[in-house]
């Protein structure tokens, strides 16, 4: 607050208000910051780099904050919107959002402007850091680098062979100086460095690769530096990254507590606006649970549970479900767990996976012919049938008479919700017993619940409106066996397999239209914080 001197003489001094780091200011006003908390991550960012006198060693600082290739293009170290100051210029097909700057892996770019010939030099040596959210394994790919017909600079977090590499120098013959270690996972900061005869490689701070026998070469790379692939002298290689950049640097080469420092620093600033990727803590103890139990070291995606299981329990919609499968996690190992019990038993209603399909950052998408996952929750055992509900959250708009979303039937004269997003005809279709079916339905993207409350009262919503109803008495009991997903279990085994790609599922007690509206919501935020919402 100001101080006031003198009583009512009306002088005011602005006592109590953090100075902000002048090169932070320049940073914010270049590049129109306009929110406080990312404006104090920058700041921080700035006095953390500094405090461990590593400002001084980068030529180039990448925070990618702001949301726009507008803002993502400024370098933090100089950042003035030209070429001699390494302001980015963006090539190809890029998605900028609050998270990052995300390259297709097709055609998309950077062009740092940066030639490392005339930047760097071999007594300070050089370094390379890319901060990934994604955990993606491409082939050929490189997240940055040059080369120049001669030598190269250049850096990979993770291909298809789970290689980790970074390259110092690489000219014609077996001189070079380069590190390169096995990696599984591809999110993170990963920093490849150089000083003197040593190179290695590191993420989050810890080296994964050491080589210290590198023979010294004074060759370096004669071409700009680019992100999101490697400038091959005056083409492009079929080396594109889809690898989401939340930060990127180039400098000088760091030493083992330089570059634990620097890692410090940038986690730091990447947990202070919503994004960091590690160890994530959140409020609600269920959700803590499941984001530690899954694995989940996305803060966007933890915060993102943490807010759908709080919005749950307000709306009093978590004590009616047994399972929920958010899908999160990008991978079959975190997508098998169920929200609610989010233990690794079949007791706990986790998920197996059957068959093909694939798995990412967007969902779980069977392959049509035999996969499928099951819930290991027995329907008899565990549900009534005059009070019960399955909802599944579609990404993929297919129209076909053959594929089932979920059910379970003996085929006979047992089972419950047979549910088809949308048949040739452009139905969605319930099958609950002798209770049998369909509305209208324009796509089959969106969140369908098929519920029962009770003998004569049976719905489907869609993206939280009745899409259709029966008052048709159900007089058979359920099945058994347990509920799939992404195919129907007819008396034993999987068929109808679907193609379409599961971002939510749940499983639990019946809905009423209050109830399908407010899930909807639910999932609806849920699935816009991760980006992966549709129409």
């Known amino acids: 607050m100001p101080v006031i001197l003198g009583g009512n003489t009306g002088i005011y001094l602005a006592s109590l208000t953090p100075a902000v780091d002048p090169d932070a200011q320049a940073f914010i006003t270049a590049a129109a910051i306009t929110d406080p908390t990312q404006q104090a991550a920058i700041n921080q960012l700035v006095v953390d780099l500094k405090g461990y ?88 790919e490189y997240v940055m680098g040059i080369y120049d017909g001669t030598s190269t600079n250049a850096l990979i977090c993770r291909r298809d062979t789970n290689l980790s590499f970074f390259v110092a120098d690489y000219p014609s013959g077996t001189s070079y100086r380069s590190a390169s270690g096995s990696v599984t996972d591809g999110r ?36 700009r530096l680019y992100i999101g692939v490697l400038n091959n002298t005056t083409t492009i290689e079929d080396t594109w990254t ?39 803590t959140v409020s609600d103890a269920d959700a803590q649970a499941f984001v530690t139990n899954a694995g989940i070291v996305d803060q966007v995606e933890a915060n993102a549970i943490n807010n759908l299981v709080i ?35 079949d007791a ?24 499928y996952a099951g819930t290991f929750i027995y329907m008899s055992a565990n549900l009534s049938a005059t009070n019960l509900h399955t909802a599944y959250y579609s990404r993929t708009n297919v129209a076909n008479n053959s594929q089932f979303d979920c059910g379970v039937t003996d085929n006979t004269t047992k089972g419950w919700l047979i549910m088809r997003a949308r048949t040739a005809a452009g139905n969605a279709t ?36 009745v899409v259709a109803s029966s008052t048709t008495a159900q007089a058979q009991t359920l099945f058994t ?5 992404g195919a129907a279990l007819i008396t034993t ?43």
């Open 242 to 280: 889809d690898k989401e950049c939340a930060f990127a640097s180039i400098g000088e080469g760091l030493s083992d507590t330089e570059a634990a420092n620097f890692y410090t620093a940038v986690q730091a600033f990447q947990t202070t606006i919503g994004r960091s990727i590690g160890t994530q």
């Open 53 to 140: 006198s590593i400002w001084s060693k980068m030529k180039a600082l990448y925070p990618f904050v702001g949301g726009t290739a507008t803002s993502h293009k400024f370098n933090l170290k100089n950042p003035l919107d030209t070429d001699a100051a390494f302001r980015l210029v963006f090539n190809g097909g890029w998605t900028h959002s609050s998270t990052g700057a995300l390259p297709n892996g097709t055609n998309a770019y950077a062009d740092t402007v940066f030639n490392p010939s005339t930047n760097f030099n071999t007594s300070t040596f050089n370094h390379l850091s890319y901060y990934s959210r994604t955990n993606s394994a491409i082939a050929s």
């Open 311 to 345: 919005g749950l329990k307000a709306d009093g919609l978590w004590t009616k479900m047994k399972a929920v499968y958010p899908f999160v996690g990008g991978t079959a190992s975190t997508m098998k767990f169920n929200l609610k019990n989010p233990l690794n038993t």
């Open 493 to 535: 085994g999987g068929a109808y397999y679907s193609t379409r790609e599961l971002a939510f599922a749940s499983v639990g007690t019946g809905l009423n239209d209050t109830d399908a509206a407010n899930l909807n919501t639910r999932v609806t935020t849920f699935q816009t914080a991760l980006n992966r919402q549709v129409p």
């Open 348 to 371: 706990a209603f986790r998920l197996g996976f059957v068959g093909g399909g694939n798995w990412s950052n967007t969902g779980y998408t069977p392959n049509g012919t035999n996969g």
């Open 430 to 465: 319930l099958e609950n017993g002798s209770a049998s079916f369909n509305g209208a339905v324009a796509n089959s993207q969106g969140l369908y619940i098929g519920t029962s409350t009770a003998s004569n009262a049976h719905k489907i919503y869609k993206n939280g409106l």
């Open 481 to 485: 066996e347990p509920q799939f997903f």
């Open 188 to 223: 993170g900061l990963f920093l490849g460095t150089q000083t003197g005869a040593n190179a290695k490689l590191f993420r989050n701070g810890s080296v994964i690769y050491s080589n210290t026998g590198a023979t010294l070469n004074n060759a370096i790379a004669n071409q």
